[in-house]
């Protein structure tokens, strides 16, 4: 217990730092590295799922339990389960005795979605529905006790250190949410390292509804932060509410070129993990589309605005 609570105050401090300016991934990865040569942990948390999203009380399964869980899932989501996929979890604590000594276990039971007429008792009750994947990660959607939808991402490389995956993600996630930034983008809730916890964006979420909060746009301008990327319309609702933050950073002289060659990294990294049947899903017709919007909008940024702008109106 005193080194969980050792393990909370010093990720305390890295996550304060990332609530007070917009932390790279370099240099929150290197915050992130500096804990763990201290041979505390190997595996990080951070921030805590709301009480009021999820109660753990009465199912006396801990967060942190919890969240040991969602490492496993995870790697299932990212490694095993294609989109549409259901999956049912069952959750419960359970004490055993083995050799005159009695320890407390968290029982995970899987069954099928269509099958949820089972006596699960106090159970933690967990439904999963994988809905799609993107370029860096795969998305499912969880419900918890029948509680609201949470989007829950596992990264597909999270030991990499770019604009995108969980060492740029997280630290964005954690800034926009201690400044409010919610009015168009989903509100971060919790991390692992290998996922991340966002609000569950509807089709009919309608930012101009949402009372609290201010626009990534006003933040941005204020900040001196990169614009968020119009041209991928599967990343928005009908009403331009953002899916998720993309790889939002600071602006800087030759972002874009160091943006390409880490990219250039990242599938190198890909190919060699998985193969070239991995890089299929980006040679659809919608892909390539996509990639040469890309192209002309770096070639001529103007006139792709006014483009997207004049579509919108």
Known sequence: ??????????????????QKELL????????????????????????????????FKHHKITAHKLCKFLDKLAYYVSHIAEEGHQELFYLQKLSIRLRNTTRKV???TKRRADYQSINSGNAMKIEVEVVGAGMIGRVARLRINDGKDIAFKAFFDP?????????AEIPIGI??????VTKDLPEFLFAGQDWAVWEWIYPHTNPQLRTTGITYEQFAKQEGLTRLNPLNRSNYNPYNMRLDPGGIQKEYWGRRFHDFLRG???????????????????????????LWLR??????????????RSSHD
């Open 175 to 180: 800034r926009l949410k201690a400044c409010q």
């Open 24 to 55: 790279s991934p370099v240099e929150f990865y290197n915050l992130c590295q500096k804990l763990r040569k201290k041979n505390i942990t190997n595996k990080f948390y951070f921030l805590a799922p709301n009480p009021n999203l999820i109660n």
């Open 264 to 290: 250039i990294v990242f599938y190198f990294r890909k190919v060699h993990r998985e193969g070239l049947k991995s890089l299929t899903p980006y040679l659809s017709g919608s892909s390539l589309c996509y």
């Open 106 to 108: 968290v029982l995970v």
């Open 1 to 18: 217990m005193n080194n969980e609570i050792q393990i909370k105050t010093l990720l305390a401090t890295i996550i304060i730092e990332a």
């Open 159 to 167: 030991d990499f250190v770019w604009q995108h995956g969980p060492w």
């Open 295 to 308: 192209l002309v909008a770096l070639i001529f940024p103007r006139v792709t605005q006014t483009q997207l």
